[in-house]
């Protein structure tokens, strides 16, 4: 009976990765984003926090950033610096490229939605 | 990595037992330079290329404590390898060497900052006096100090110049990084190295440890960009290089330099290279960086905090995150052990920067 309940147990959820962008304030608060609504609120804030951590710290340590792209083996972050906050684009390894061929480009900012 | 560790086995064994790099075209003059050379009281041991290439290929492949030249060579003369020479290894001491003895070519050679001028020696008293110059050339102790002014810093060199009212600009160079600095009647009224000018710039020539400088001709038409006198200047840079040293003791024993892999200094573009333990002990290497503490701190918490953020995405492994700014750009990436913080011109695009960073880490992993 053990054995059978194994499979009464919850698939884990796959969390789909990201594609989309959005801006953020200097305080981290997300402003408007293009990310689709699944996606969990509260890692856009802890993506806006460390990018805007990195980008204040840098600046700090005498190193003035204006744009960070950080690579994962599925991921790949780009932010920008937008007057204190920033603009993040977040693209999944893999996917055709066609929606931000420039990240901050027209074709990135015209999707964006309140 | 046994490329790095048979490198440095040679480097010690040349420590012990110098190498010389004898350099001639002529086969018989190299056979009579080798028996004469092995009378030296250290034994040296001697390594013969026939060309300037040749010599280039074996300055590459392992140390040696002196490179001694002939001149008059067919396609690369000898003054065309002893520029290249003091370009790529300003620390190898040189000896031309020539059958004619020609004042422009003297005056060309220590131009050139060539340790000894010889004309290739005739009776026997020559010859002891040629081996006596060669064995004090090896027994020189080659660690640190400006080349063209034996076991100064590059301090002395800029005092000496103030303090006798110069009006030159020096050009120094470090591996890969050049920097320039102006005195006009004994002030230093500017100062620049890659990208940065004025004070700033002077500070960070002023950091680097060895080299090689040559004097130009003054230019009288640069405006000032520096106005503090050139001793409070010098004050102030030498105290703040004293507090970026970590006073002996202070935090435990200093952690052993991580060896740097050949090859390293000939990547375009590359302004400073910073490789910080992740656990904060151990071997680290700082080069070309004015506070490499401040910006290992730096290094070591963004990779740790994208990291993080990796992991809550589960995005997979961070491989690599490059900074763009208008002063400099800088590429992050952990490798083994260590972190890595590499910076770089700021014309180079964000692809050329992921590209040469793969290569730095790629020299590193041999």
Redesign the interface.
């Known amino acids: 009976m053990g054995l059978l309940r194994l499979f009464d147990r919850p698939a884990p959820v796959l ?1 789909p ?2 594609s989309g962008s959005f801006t953020s304030d200097r305080h981290g608060m997300v402003l408007i984003d293009t990310l689709p609504s699944t996606f969990p609120r509260a ?1 856009l804030g ?2 806006a926090q ?1 990018v805007l ?2 980008f204040r ?2 600046a ?16 790949r972050i780009t932010a920008r610096e937008l007057r204190g906050g920033a603009l993040v684009f977040l693209a999944p390894q893999g996917l055709a490229p066609a929606r931000w061929p420039i990240p901050g480009g027209p074709a990135g900012t015209e999707n964006l939605r309140a | 990595m046994s490329e790095r560790r048979d490198w440095q086995c040679m480097r010690k064994e040349s420590r012990a037992r110098p190498t010389i790099l004898l350099v001639d075209d002529d086969p018989d003059h190299l056979d009579m330079y080798r028996e004469l050379l092995g009378q030296l009281p250290s034994k040296p041991r001697i390594q013969t290329a026939r060309s300037g290439a040749q010599a280039m290929a074996l300055l590459e492949a392992e140390p040696f404590r002196l490179m001694i030249c002939d001149l008059r060579m067919p396609r690369m003369d000898g003054l065309q390898v002893l520029s290249i020479v003091r370009r790529t290894q300003p620390q190898l001491p040189t000896v031309a060497l020539t059958s004619v003895l020609d004042e422009e070519f003297r005056s060309r050679a220590y131009a050139l900052g060539v340790d000894l001028f010889w004309q290739k020696p005739a009776s026997e008293k020559e010859i002891k006096m040629f081996l006596e110059c060669l064995e004090s050339l090896l027994g020189r102790e080659v660690e640190g100090g400006f080349r063209g002014v034996q076991s100064k810093s590059l301090v002395d060199i800029i005092q000496l110049e103030c303090l006798s009212q110069s009006s030159l600009l020096l050009r120094i160079t470090n591996g890969k990084l050049t920097g320039k600095v102006w005195i006009q009647e004994g002030q230093v009224i500017d100062a620049e190295t890659d990208g940065q000018g004025g004070e700033r710039a002077f500070q960070q020539i002023l950091s680097w440890q060895a080299g090689h400088f040559e004097t130009l001709p003054a230019e009288p038409g640069r405006p000032r960009a520096i106005t503090k006198p050139y001793n409070g200047l010098l004050l102030e840079s030498a105290q703040a290089l004293d507090e970026r040293r970590t006073p002996p003791g202070a935090q435990g024993p200093e952690p052993s330099p991580a060896a740097e892999p050949a090859g390293l200094s000939e990547i375009e573009g590359m302004e400073f290279v910073l490789a910080v333990p992740r656990d904060e002990t151990g071997p680290r290497l700082a080069r070309g960086l ?2 490499p503490k ?2 290992g ?2 290094a070591r ?2 990779l740790n ?2 990291r993080s ?2 992991e ?17 750009h ?1 590429a992050l990436a952990g490798q083994g052990d260590l972190e890595f913080c590499v910076g770089w011109k700021p014309s180079l695009a ?1 692809g050329q920067v ?1 590209t040469l960073m793969k290569r730095v880490l790629a020299l590193w992993a041999c």
């Open positions: 969390l990765l990201p890692l802890d993506i460390q951590r990195v710290e840098a700090e340590a005498q190193l003035p950033l204006a744009e960070l792209n950080i690579q994962y083996a599925s991921l | 004015e506070d401040r910006m701190a730096w918490l963004s905090g994208f953020l990796g809550r995405l589960r995005a997979g492994p961070l491989e690599q995150i490059e900074a763009l700014g208008p002063q400099r800088v964000v992921r």
